[in-house]
C-alpha cells in the first residue's frame, strides 16, 4: 500500500524568503516520489521528481525538494520565493510495483508581497 | 507540443441527469488516466488506460460512471445519473509509458456542479 500525507493546508511566506512545503510518505517498496503544482483553474503541472541517486532533486522554476529516507520525507523548498509561486501544491508517491501515483491532499503556498 | 485537451470546462446540471466529459491525451501517449479532485482534496484516480485497455478501475463507482478509450485515443468519462457529490473537477492525464517513474501530464480539467 502506498499513501503520502502533507501536513499543512497553506503555508505563508513573504516574498524573497525561503519556503519549504512539507511530504512524507509510505510506500513498501522503493518510492518514487512527485511534486506538482496546480495554479487556479489550471490542471496540474509536474515540477520534480525523485527516482533514485542524489538526494536533492532540482526542478522547475527554481524548485528543489530534499528525499530523506529515514524521515520517509521528500519535502519541497525553494531558496527566494516569489509573489507568482502562490498556488497549490501537491506531493504525489508511488512504490516500485505500482503504475498509479497516490496523491496528497495538496497545500496551499501564499507569498505574500 | 500540444498538451492534453479536455473538454467541456464547466458544465452544470441538476441531480438525476447525465454528463459525458472529453479528453484528447498527448500524441503517442499510451497511457490515459481520470482522475476526480474535490474541493480542498488531492485527485483520486478513478480509471487508468493503457492504450484502449482498461488497467484499473477498481474506484470507478461503476452503478453511474462509465469510461471508454475506443481507438486507444480520445478518451469519454461519462456519468449517469449524476448525484450532488459528484460536483468536481474531473482531470484527464496521459504518461508515455505504464511506468512508475514517469510523470503525469495533465489537462486543465472539466468542473461539475451538480444542483
Known amino acids: 500500500a502506498q499513501s503520502v500525507a502533507q501536513p499543512e493546508d497553506q503555508v505563508n511566506v513573504a516574498e524573497g524568503n525561503p519556503l519549504t512545503v512539507k511530504c512524507t510518505y509510505s510506500?513498501?517498496?522503493?518510492?518514487?516520489l512527485f511534486w506538482y503544482v496546480q495554479y487556479p483553474n489550471r490542471g496540474l503541472q509536474f515540477l520534480l521528481k525523485?527516482?533514485?541517486?542524489?538526494?536533492l532533486v532540482k526542478g522547475s522554476y527554481g524548485f528543489e525538494a530534499e528525499f530523506n529516507k529515514s524521515q520517509t520525507s521528500f519535502h519541497l523548498k525553494k531558496p527566494s520565493a516569489l509573489v507568482s509561486d502562490s498556488a497549490l501544491y501537491f506531493c504525489?508517491?508511488?512504490?516500485?510495483?505500482?503504475?498509479?501515483?497516490?496523491f496528497g491532499r495538496g497545500t496551499s503556498l501564499i507569498v505574500h508581497p | 507540443e500540444a498538451g492534453v485537451a479536455q473538454s467541456p470546462r464547466y458544465k452544470i446540471i441538476e441531480k438525476r441527469q447525465s454528463v459525458a466529459f472529453w479528453c484528447n491525451p498527448i500524441?503517442?501517449?499510451?497511457?490515459l488516466y481520470w482522475y476526480q479532485q474535490i474541493l480542498g482534496q488531492g485527485p483520486k484516480l478513478l480509471i487508468q488506460?493503457?492504450?484502449?485497455?482498461?488497467?484499473?478501475d477498481s474506484q470507478l463507482p461503476k452503478d453511474r460512471f462509465s469510461a471508454e478509450r475506443l481507438k486507444g485515443v480520445d478518451s469519454t468519462l461519462k456519468i449517469q445519473p449524476a448525484k450532488l457529490e459528484d460536483s468536481a473537477v474531473y482531470l484527464c492525464?496521459?504518461?508515455?509509458?505504464?511506468?512508475?517513474?514517469?510523470?503525469?501530464?495533465f489537462g486543465e480539467g472539466s468542473r461539475l456542479t451538480v444542483l
Open positions: 500524441s503517442g501517449h499510451a497511457t
Open positions: 504525489a508517491v508511488r512504490d516500485g510495483g505500482s503504475y498509479i501515483p497516490t
Open positions: 488506460f493503457q492504450n484502449n485497455g482498461v488497467v484499473d
Open positions: 492525464a496521459s504518461s508515455l509509458e505504464r511506468q512508475p517513474t514517469g510523470e503525469l501530464f
Open positions: 510506500v513498501s517498496g522503493n518510492p518514487y
Open positions: 525523485y527516482i533514485t541517486g542524489d538526494n
